[in-house]
């Protein structure tokens, strides 16, 4: 455990040094301080619109730096060639691949922190909101940190045996595909009117593709005439699956990256 503690501990360090991540989440707080200004340009309640664009605001810079913080991670090893001097210690390929993820979603977490707090304090200060309503506005955040763990878990694993550029593409694009499609397979498995060849293909479908849209729990946040049935039990229900596709998606990763030759 020792070694994936330090490897995870020395990732985090690289990656808050890294300024392209920095830039990237400066960009997201300055949006998150203009929002209130831009909650005015619409007709809608200006609490709907400020909580849906902040929320917005911090998925969409949270998942852009899944994306880039992990997709370079194993083959920037590789090229430097620091990971011959990590391996040659006593640590194995499963604990520095493992490691690094941990890593990846420490910084994340810390980042996603910065911009939820700051989210938290600007709806205070502009909608003198109470804490019940702080607290509910604080759910979706969390769950977006589960997203995300989901997807730097797909970069992570794409990054054993693609360029990152490629990763890029392949992480994102099924990012999004998991996020607008799932439901459709989902909807179009259950429907009984579907024909059965078509019902088999959405079931593969939607079993192999991360259900990214489960988390994305907004709505309900934004429109408190919208709820979320049993919700404790769906929250509770959606990190299991979560944490179940990461594990497979890392040990798949561990098995690439264990044959691979560095």
Avoid at 4 to 9: G, K, N, P, T, W
Avoid at 18 to 29: A, N, P, Q, Y
Avoid at 36 to 45: D, E, H, I, K, Q
Avoid at 63 to 76: C, D, E, F, R, S
């Amino acid at each position: 455990m020792k070694p994936i503690l330090s490897i995870a501990s020395t990732t985090i360090g690289e990656a808050i040094r890294r300024k392209v991540l920095l830039i990237i989440l400066l960009i997201g707080v300055l949006f998150l301080f203009v929002a209130p200004g831009l909650g005015v340009l619409s007709a809608r309640s200006e609490t709907t619109v400020l909580r849906g664009m902040m929320l917005g605001i911090i998925q969409l810079t949270s998942a852009v730096i899944a994306i880039v913080l992990t997709v370079y991670m194993i083959p920037n090893e590789i090229e430097r060639r620091t990971i011959y001097t990590i391996l040659s210690k006593p640590v194995t390929r499963w604990q520095f691949l493992v490691g690094k993820y941990l890593g990846a979603i420490g910084a994340l977490g810390m980042m996603m922190a910065l911009m939820s707090s700051i989210m938290i304090l600007v709806f205070w200060r502009l909608q003198s909101a109470d804490v019940s309503q702080l607290a509910d506005l604080a759910k979706a955040p969390v769950m977006y940190f589960i997203q995300m763990c989901l997807l730097a878990s797909v970069a992570i694993f794409f990054s054993t045996f693609v360029s990152p550029l490629v990763n890029f593409f392949l992480a994102g694009g099924m990012y999004l595909l998991g996020s607008l499609f799932s439901p459709f397979f989902q909807t179009l498995s259950e429907n009984p009117n579907t024909a059965q060849v078509a019902k088999i293909f959405a079931l593969v479908v939607n079993t192999i593709l991360p259900n990214f849209s489960n988390y994305n729990v907004q709505n309900p946040i934004i429109n408190p005439n919208q709820t979320i049935q049993n919700e404790g039990a769906y929250y509770l229900q959606v990190t299991i699956y979560g944490l179940f596709y990461i594990g497979i998606l890392l040990v798949g990763g561990i098995l690439i990256f264990d044959r691979r030759e560095v």
